[in-house]
């Protein structure tokens, strides 16, 4: 009996340290420190100018290690001069060189650093390039998180919404210091851009966006063992869109879903000429003469435009996935904020009718415009109808607020709901969620197919 008792204890024990060591390698791909290079502003610069009046200097070894303190009453400023970092009092003295190596490692007071106008918890190497000198912040995950959540969110937000943003960034993140643009630089994991996330320093910091980081830390969105790239975006106009009618690339977590609760579709409206069509065109290459016509020459299940063709006098081009988006943005314009668009004849400032729609219960009579329609699946979900069909009895017909093509008239409306490239978590989707008593689990489990949250 004795034995059995002490073989029970060994088997609990091991599988108690069991436990433990998959705990340790979930969390273990989470680094501790991440190297942020400030791109933004501080990217290969004749100088930077570092704000406090005492730094302290030292070297990146897995820590910070101190070597020297130095003072100047009104600053420093940090140059580049034959590949070494120079730290340069405000009276213009030398006060320090790097070592070989170029580089130079700098703190300032309470474990943050003042360069230009901005504010950064952890330190600051700097690094030259010739007579150039430019900033990566190394910073733990957790105190980045605290300023990209409230970078890429913004403020209103419900508690729950932002613990989904603050999962989401976090494991978004890992995700991209292994797999994503900057994966394999040997000097910094992420820069502080959309590229990777927005990320502005502590004056971004604020309470509630800081408790959300808190209440979630450690906890990632995993699909078959691995932290997922978690994309987001601001709304979805009614529904995602599945990765690779955006980026090519077939995610199966990636799914393109409805909103299960209403949400901020924000509406919007834009108005091109034939001239600025052609502008556009050609300042994108297209070399395709004056436009004539836009044509949506696909379209995806959930109502998102693929496939865009302008035909022009010399000729036909067409842009797909996200280009339909930024071609938009040559010539002096802005992207277009979403692909859930229609378009209709108009431009210049004249919008074009939409269709409309009688509706009868028998009782009562309605006539209203195809963008009223809401659509009702099996589960009771709904969403704003973009494109539906109308069978008359003989003929199937689309059903939508305007041609598929438009010619002719003073150029082309577009009109449109929702911001951003439509994959992942919508973030005003997530808020409606959080408003109807929704946790952030609930909320990252519908927009991420298939995973877990851990």
Not at 97 to 117: F, L, P, W, Y
Not at 273 to 294: D, H, K, M, P, R
Not at 349 to 360: F, I, K, L, R
Not at 395 to 419: A, E, F, K, N, Y
Request: with cysteine.
């Amino acid at each position: 009996m004795k034995n059995m008792i002490k073989v029970l204890s060994f088997i609990t024990l091991c599988l108690t340290l069991t436990s433990f060591v998959l705990s340790l390698n979930v969390y273990a791909q989470a680094p501790q420190h991440i190297r942020i290079a400030l791109m933004r502003n501080f990217s290969n610069q004749q100088q930077i100018s570092i704000g406090d009046n005492q730094v302290i200097i030292g070297i990146w070894n897995n820590a910070f290690v101190q070597t020297n303190t130095v003072s100047s009453e009104n600053g420093f400023t940090a140059t580049s001069v034959n590949g070494r970092v120079q730290i340069v009092s405000s009276t213009g003295q030398i006060i320090q060189s790097s070592a070989a190596d170029g580089s130079m490692v700098i703190q300032g007071s309470n474990n943050m650093t003042r360069i230009g106008e901005y504010l950064f918890r952890g330190v600051i190497e700097l690094r030259p390039s010739g007579n150039q000198v430019s900033a990566i912040n190394i910073v733990s995950l957790e105190y980045y998180l605290r300023s990209v959540v409230p970078s890429e969110m913004g403020t209103g937000f419900h508690i729950q919404a932002y613990r989904a943003q603050a999962v989401a960034s976090r494991t978004f993140a890992v995700h991209q210091i292994t797999g994503g643009t900057h994966a394999g630089n040997p000097h910094f994991d992420l820069c502080d851009s959309t590229c990777c996330q927005v990320y502005l320093g502590v004056a971004r910091e604020n309470d509630i966006t800081t408790q959300a980081v808190l209440d979630t830390t450690g906890i990632m969105i995993y699909f078959q063992g691995a932290p997922i790239s978690a994309h987001f975006f601001a709304s979805s106009g009614g529904a995602t869109d599945n990765s690779e009618n955006v980026w090519g690339a077939v995610r199966p977590y990636l799914r393109g879903v409805s909103e299960i609760a209403t949400e901020n579709i924000q509406p919007w409206t834009r108005h091109f000429t034939w001239n600025e069509l052609s502008n556009i065109a050609n300042s994108g290459g297209f070399n395709i003469g004056q436009v004539y016509a836009l044509e949506i020459t696909n379209m995806s299940a959930n109502g998102r435009v693929q496939e865009l063709t302008f035909r022009g006098f010399n000729g036909t081009r067409s842009v797909q996935r996200e280009q339909i988006r930024t071609i938009f943005s040559t010539a002096g314009q802005a992207s277009l904020m979403s692909r859930m668009f229609t378009i209709s004849g108009g431009g210049g400032g004249t919008q074009g009718a939409a269709e409309h729609v009688v509706v009868t219960s028998g009782v009562q009579t309605q006539t209203r415009s195809v963008n009223d329609l809401i659509a009702i699946n099996g589960a009771g979900g709904s969403a704003n109808l973009i494109t539906g069909f109308i069978y008359d009895g003989t003929t199937l017909r689309q059903l939508d607020s305007g041609s598929m093509m438009i010619t002719g008239g003073q150029g082309v409306t577009i009109q449109g709901r929702g911001h951003g490239h439509g994959v992942g978590m919508s973030q005003m989707g997530a808020e409606a969620m959080a408003r109807q008593g929704m946790t952030f689990q609930q909320i990252l489990l519908h927009y991420f197919t298939g995973v877990e949250v851990r």
